[in-house]
């Protein structure tokens, strides 16, 4: 059974990056047919996916158009874990964030617990 | 991008009576479609994939219909703990995966 624990801060200034990290258990970040994800929910924005990694012979990014010039997906395969780094955040980036494995196909299961972040000074 | 939307917003059903919950999108995305449930405080649970295939250890009062840009999530019989948000997806037009707006199903 796939689980994922998601850790880091609940609260970031603005301007400051926020950074979340998703531990994987029951599956490995450089799985040949898994790909990781961060997705984040909020009243205003809804679910609104942020951006992928996955392994195919070498490392594969994505990231959704909204935030692609500030956000870096990262594996590590060390800790079989992926982060999540958003530059430059804004108070519009306040939402719960999510990870969330696709496997196959493109839909998401299982998520992680989702953290809120906060953006406020 | 595509845009999903959902219908009703809201919808109210008494315990077991059925729900049917509606989900279109802006251009054909064929059967690439998934819904989830929502409850308060969790994450997204994957409910249908594939626009009709139940998703490992999801109960038979829950099927999925539906292809290019009109699907259907009906709950046959609603027990208790049916009530909550459902979201429709779509991942064949992508980057983005896209999602519904939501349709939160309550008591009535």
């Known amino acids: 059974q796939v689980q994922l624990q998601q850790s880091g801060p609940g609260l970031v200034k603005p301007s400051q990056t926020l950074s979340l990290t998703c531990a994987i258990s029951?599956?490995?970040?450089?799985?040949?047919?898994?790909?990781w994800n961060w997705i984040r929910q909020s009243p205003s924005r809804g679910l609104e996916w942020l951006g992928r990694?996955?392994?195919?012979?070498?490392?594969?990014?994505d990231y959704a158009p909204s935030v692609k010039s500030r956000i870096a997906v990262t594996p590590d395969t060390s800790k079989n874990q992926f982060s999540l780094q958003l530059n430059s955040v804004t108070p519009e980036d306040t939402a719960v964030y999510y990870c969330?494995?696709?496997?196959?196909?493109?839909?998401?299961?299982?998520w992680g617990q989702g953290t809120l972040v906060t953006v406020s000074s | 991008e595509t845009v999903m939307t959902q219908s009703p917003a809201t919808l109210s059903v008494s315990p077991g009576e059925r729900a049917t919950l509606s989900c279109r999108a802006s251009?054909?995305?064929?059967?690439?479609l998934a819904w989830y449930q929502q409850k308060p405080g969790q994450a997204p649970r994957l409910l249908i994939y594939?626009?009709?295939t139940r998703a490992t250890g999801i109960p038979a009062r829950f099927s999925g219909s539906g292809s290019g840009t009109e699907f259907t999530l009906t709950i046959s019989s609603l027990q208790s703990e049916d009530f909550a948000v459902y979201y429709c997806?779509?991942?064949?037009?992508?980057?983005?995966?896209?999602f519904g707006q939501g349709t939160s199903l309550e008591i009535k």
């Open positions: 251009q054909s995305v064929n059967n690439y």
């Open positions: 997806q779509q991942y064949i037009n992508w980057p983005p995966p896209t």
């Open positions: 969330a494995r696709a496997n196959i196909g493109n839909w998401f299961d299982p």
């Open positions: 029951g599956d490995i970040v450089s799985s040949n047919t898994a790909a």
């Open positions: 990694t996955y392994y195919r012979s070498k490392w594969y990014y």
């Open positions: 594939g626009a009709s």
